[in-house]
């Protein structure tokens, strides 16, 4: 254990080093893990569309065509008001219905259900529109299915690639944390060796050691025990001024609140006092009306 005042400051001072460097690799270890890389998610898996699904885009998507070859033979008539017409409304529907494919609405949902209605046929004529319609969109169904199964390969591909660059990239940045971890430890062991049983265990951090070297290099301590219940008073003092600031940092807003409370109650006298005023000026005035 040290004894002389020179053993100890030698002592603080090759553990306030040690600490120091500790300190430094923990803020270097916290400033490399901000480089560290989030993963991108990936997108789920897009399998065949079923049986069901195809038959229902088949139908919603035959119901706009079948709409759209009926108001062209409209069209080609000589019924033009009446072409563009309905060449509007099935555009529309069309366009709201794909701008909406990866986002169900009830919106959605009724044009779905009024295209539907459109497959029914209203005479003999429009069922050869009709067929044609629904064979047609149902080889576009297919195509379709097939290419947003593409797309999602392609891009969960593509996914897969980059979380394994970021993967090797993030393992390369924990290696470095690592090590600079295993400095700090060695450090931390370095400054406990030197500290031995002399030096109280639960006071190695920057603070105690600092106010330590002041204690003993200005005289105010002789010893450990001393240096010790030194720093625990000013500990205790500090809590107490931060307490009593709190407590004042309360008193001057209840000051502040109250204060303001009071102008307003002033102003609030003003104003019924600048009424009451008002008030007697026109009884004042009705009086003097009275006499005439």
């Given at each position: 254990?040290?004894?002389?005042?020179?053993?100890?400051?030698?002592?603080?001072?090759?553990?306030?080093?040690?600490?120091?460097?500790?300190?430094?690799?923990?803020?270097k270890?916290?400033?490399?893990?901000?480089?560290?890389?989030?993963y991108?998610?990936?997108?789920?898996?897009?399998?065949?569309?079923?049986?069901?699904?195809?038959?229902y885009?088949?139908?919603?998507?035959?119901?706009?065509?079948?709409?759209i070859?009926?108001?062209?033979?409209?069209?080609?008539?000589?019924?033009?008001?009446?072409?563009i017409?309905?060449?509007?409304?099935?555009?529309?529907?069309t366009?709201?219905?794909?701008?909406?494919?990866?986002?169900p609405?009830k919106?959605?949902?009724v044009?779905?259900?009024?295209?539907?209605?459109?497959l029914?046929?209203?005479?003999?004529?429009?069922?050869?529109?009709?067929?044609?319609?629904?064979?047609?969109?149902?080889?576009?169904?297919?195509?379709?299915?097939?290419?947003?199964?593409?797309?999602?390969?392609?891009?969960?591909?593509?996914?897969?690639?980059?979380?394994?660059?970021?993967?090797?990239y993030?393992?390369?940045?924990?290696?470095?944390?690592?090590e600079?971890?295993?400095?700090?430890?060695?450090?931390?062991?370095?400054?406990k060796?030197?500290g031995?049983?002399w030096?109280p265990?639960?006071?190695?951090?920057?603070?105690?050691?600092?106010?330590?070297?002041?204690?003993?290099?200005?005289?105010?301590?002789?010893?450990?025990?001393?240096?010790?219940n030194l720093?625990?008073?000013?500990?205790h003092k500090d809590?107490m001024?931060?307490?009593?600031?709190?407590?004042?940092?309360?008193?001057?807003?209840?000051?502040?609140?109250?204060e303001?409370?009071s102008?307003?109650?002033?102003?609030?006298?003003?104003?019924?006092?600048?009424?009451?005023?008002t008030?007697?000026?026109?009884?004042?005035?009705?009086d003097?009306?009275?006499?005439?």
């Open positions: 254990m040290a004894q002389t005042r020179e053993e100890l400051l030698r002592g603080l001072n090759g553990i306030k080093k040690e600490v120091e460097a500790v300190n430094r690799l923990q803020k270890a916290y400033e490399t893990g901000k480089l560290r890389k989030a991108q998610p990936s997108l789920p898996p897009n399998p065949e569309y079923s049986t069901s699904q195809q038959l885009f088949t139908g919603v998507l035959g119901g706009i065509l079948s709409q070859l009926a108001v062209i033979i409209l069209f080609i008539m000589g019924e033009t008001g009446a072409g017409v309905f060449l509007l409304y099935a555009g529309v529907i366009l709201i219905i794909y701008k909406k494919r990866n986002k609405s919106l959605r949902r044009l779905e259900i009024l295209v539907l209605l459109g029914i046929p209203t005479n003999i004529k429009s069922v050869p529109f009709t067929l044609a319609a629904l064979c047609i969109s149902f080889f576009l169904i297919k195509i379709m299915a097939k290419k947003s199964k593409e797309r999602t390969l392609r891009l969960n591909a593509e996914t897969a690639q980059r979380n394994e660059e970021i993967r090797k993030n393992d390369g940045i924990d290696s470095q944390i690592y600079i971890q295993v400095q700090a430890q060695q450090h931390a062991a370095q400054a060796n030197i031995g049983t030096f265990k639960d006071y190695y951090y920057m603070d105690a050691v600092s106010f330590f070297i002041s204690a003993i290099g200005n005289l105010r301590a002789d010893n450990v025990k001393e240096m010790v720093y625990e008073d000013k500990k809590r001024e931060d307490k009593l600031k709190r407590i004042n940092g309360i008193a001057e807003q209840n000051a502040r609140e109250q303001i409370l102008w307003q109650m002033a102003f609030s006298n003003i104003i019924q006092l600048g009424q009451l005023w008030m007697n000026d026109i009884g004042k005035k009705l003097n009306n009275s006499y005439y």
